[in-house]
C-alpha cells in the first residue's frame, strides 16, 4: 500500500521505502561484518517486525536462521501500557547462540529491555539488537541497541509493519498518523 492510498490518515512520510531499502543495506554489510565466522540467529519480534526481517534477512549474504517470538505491551491505542505478556515464544533453543533480535521500533524500551532479559536467562552466547527505528525522546528503559535504521521524532508512526488498530502495516513507508485518525 502507497501513501496515496491513505492521503487523508497520515501527515507525511517520515521515512521513505527506498531510505529503508538503503538503510537495511548499510546494516546488513555491518552485521555481515561483525557475525563473520559465527552462526547468527534472528529473532523477529511479531507482528511489527514482519517486513524489516524479511528485507534485511534477504539482504543478508549469508546463512542465518530465523525464530519468532510475538510479546505483547499494547492494545489498540497509541501509548505504551508497560504491561509485556509472551504470546508465541521461540521454537529454537537459543543456549550458546549469537542471538540478534530484529524489531520494528523501539519506543519506551520497556519491551525490548524486558525481552532481552529474558533471553539472556536462557544462556545465549550474545545477545544484540537491530531495530529499524528508535524514539530517543520516549525511551524510559536505557536499552543498548547495537544497529538503530533511524532515530524519529516522538510522533505515531504506522507503516512498514508498524500499525495502528492492525492497520496501516503494509503500507510501503513510515510515516505519521493524522491526529484525527486517533483522537
Ligand atoms: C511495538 C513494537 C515493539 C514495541 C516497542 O509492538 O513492535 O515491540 O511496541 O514499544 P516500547 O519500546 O514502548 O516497549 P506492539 O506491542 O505494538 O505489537 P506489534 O508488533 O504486534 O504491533
Known sequence: MEVSDVEKDV???????????????????????????????????????????ADLARELNRHVSMDWMAISSYGSGTTSSGVVRILKDLDTDISGKHVLVVEDI????????????????????????????????????????????????????VGYGLDYAEHFRNLRSVATLAPTVYS
Not at 15 to 25: D, K, M, N, T, W
Not at 122 to 145: F, H, W
Request: a negative charge; one cysteine or more.
Open 106 to 157: 523501539i519506543d519506551t524500551g520497556l519491551t525490548l529491555s524486558w525481552l532481552v532479559a529474558n533471553l539472556r536467562s536462557r544462556g545465549p552466547a550474545t545477545v544484540s539488537i537491530c531495530t529499524l527505528l528508535r524514539k530517543p525522546e520516549a525511551q524510559r528503559m536505557t536499552v543498548e541497541v547495537r544497529y538503530v535504521g533511524f532515530d524519529i521524532p516522538n510522533e505515531f508512526v
Open 11 to 53: 501527515t507525511e512520510i517520515l521515512v521513505s521505502e527506498e531510505q529503508i531499502r538503503s538503510r537495511l543495506a548499510e546494516l546488513a554489510r555491518q552485521i555481515e561484518t561483525d557475525y563473520s565466522g559465527r552462526d547468527l540467529l534472528l529473532v523477529g519480534v511479531l507482528k511489527g517486525a514482519v517486513m524489516v526481517m
